[in-house]
C-alpha cells in the first residue's frame, strides 16, 4: 500500500512513517527542512504544501493519506489555528477527486467545553481555547462534506518515544525530587500510549472507511496524581510528592500566562476527561495493549 503521512516530522507522525515503512511504501510530508533531512536518510520525505498542486500529485498516486499535520500550541493568533480548518477544507476535494481513504487524526480537545462529569463520546459544544476550536470546526468540516472515503480518529494525550507535548509537561512537574501537583491531582483523566495509537492507527486502515471520528484512548483512566507520580517513579526515580494550590496558577495564567502556566494547560490536568471507546473498540476489531506502565519503562 502506497501512504502518503503529513506532518511527518512530528511526535505521531514520525512515528507513524517508522511503523508503517516495515511494510508499506510510505511517503511522508512536511515543511521543516531541517527535520526533513534528517529523516530523509532513513525515509522518503517530501517538503509539500497541503494546499498546492504538488499535494494533489502525490494523492494521484496514494492508496491512504494520513493527515497528522496541525499547528499545535497552548498559544497563538487565531489565524495560525484557522490553517488547521483551511487546509482540511482545501484538501477534502483533493481526497474526494482521487477516491483516496484518509485517516483525520484529531485530538480530545474537542471536548474541553462540554460537561466534564460524563463520559465522553461525541462533543456538541464547540470549544473556546483556539487550537480546540480549530480541531472541533476541521471535524465539522470533515463530517459536513460529500467525501465518504474515511475514518477519524480522536486521542487523548499520546504519550511515549518521541512524544514532545505530554512528556515535556510531566517533566516540568519534577522539582528538586519532589512531583509537583496543581490542587489536589483528583480529575480522572484518559491517556494514550503511543504504541496502542499506532495499533489503532493500522486498525483502521485494515478497516476501512467509517465516516465518523472515534475515540482514542487506553481505556484505563487515572487520576493526574496517578498519572504524575508513576511518571516520576518509572522516569525519574521521584515518589515524594508536593501539591501547588490551584488558585495562584490561575492567577498567573490570567495575568501573565506563559508556555506552562495557562489556562489550556491548567485545564487538562485540573478538569476530568474519559471516553467512551467501545465504538472504536468494535468498529475497528482494536484493543489497546501496552499499559502505562509498559510505556513508561520503555522510556526510562
Request: glycine residues 6%; charged residues 25%; contains cysteine.
Amino acid at each position: 500500500m502506497r501512504i502518503v503521512i503529513s506532518g511527518a516530522t512530528g511526535s505521531i507522525g514520525s512515528r507513524l512513517m517508522d511503523r508503517l515503512s516495515a511494510s508499506h511504501d510510505v511517503v511522508g510530508l512536511g515543511r521543516n527542512p531541517d527535520k526533513i533531512n534528517q529523516m530523509g536518510k532513513h525515509y522518503t520525505m517530501k517538503a509539500c504544501d497541503l494546499e498546492s498542486e504538488e499535494f494533489e500529485q502525490l494523492m494521484g498516486d496514494a492508496d491512504a493519506f494520513i493527515h497528522c499535520a496541525a499547528f499545535a500550541a497552548p498559544k497563538g493568533k487565531a489565524g495560525q489555528f484557522q490553517k488547521n480548518v483551511d487546509i482540511v477544507n482545501a484538501m477534502i476535494p483533493v481526497l474526494k477527486n482521487h477516491n483516496v481513504f484518509t485517516v483525520f487524526v484529531s485530538s480530545a480537545s474537542v471536548f474541553d467545553e462540554m460537561p466534564r462529569e460524563t463520559v465522553m463520546t461525541s462533543p456538541w459544544v464547540r470549544p473556546k481555547a483556539l487550537y480546540s476550536k480549530s480541531k472541533f470546526d476541521a471535524e465539522r468540516a470533515v463530517l459536513g462534506s460529500a467525501y465518504e472515503n474515511w475514518t477519524g480518529l480522536r486521542p487523548r494525550a499520546v504519550i511515549g518515544r518521541g512524544d514532545n507535548t505530554v512528556l515535556p509537561r510531566l517533566a516540568g512537574l519534577i522539582r528538586r525530587n519532589k512531583v509537583l501537583i496543581p490542587g489536589k491531582g483528583n480529575a480522572l483523566l484518559d491517556y494514550t500510549c503511543m504504541e496502542n495509537f499506532l495499533d489503532c492507527v493500522e486498525a483502521a486502515l485494515r478497516a476501512g472507511p467509517q465516516r465518523m471520528f472515534l475515540n482514542v484512548s487506553n481505556g484505563d483512566p487515572k487520576t493526574f496524581k496517578q498519572l504524575i507520580t508513576t511518571y516520576g517513579e518509572h522516569i525519574h526515580n521521584v515518589s515524594a510528592t508536593r501539591h501547588v494550590p490551584l488558585l495562584p496558577l490561575r492567577f498567573l495564567a490570567s495575568v501573565l500566562p506563559t508556555d506552562r502556566i495557562n489556562h489550556y494547560s491548567l485545564d487538562q490536568i485540573s478538569k476530568p476527561m474519559v471516553l467512551d471507546i467501545s465504538e472504536t473498540r468494535r468498529l475497528l476489531d482494536w484493543e489497546p495493549t501496552q499499559s502505562l506502565e509498559a510505556c513508561l519503562e520503555e522510556l526510562a
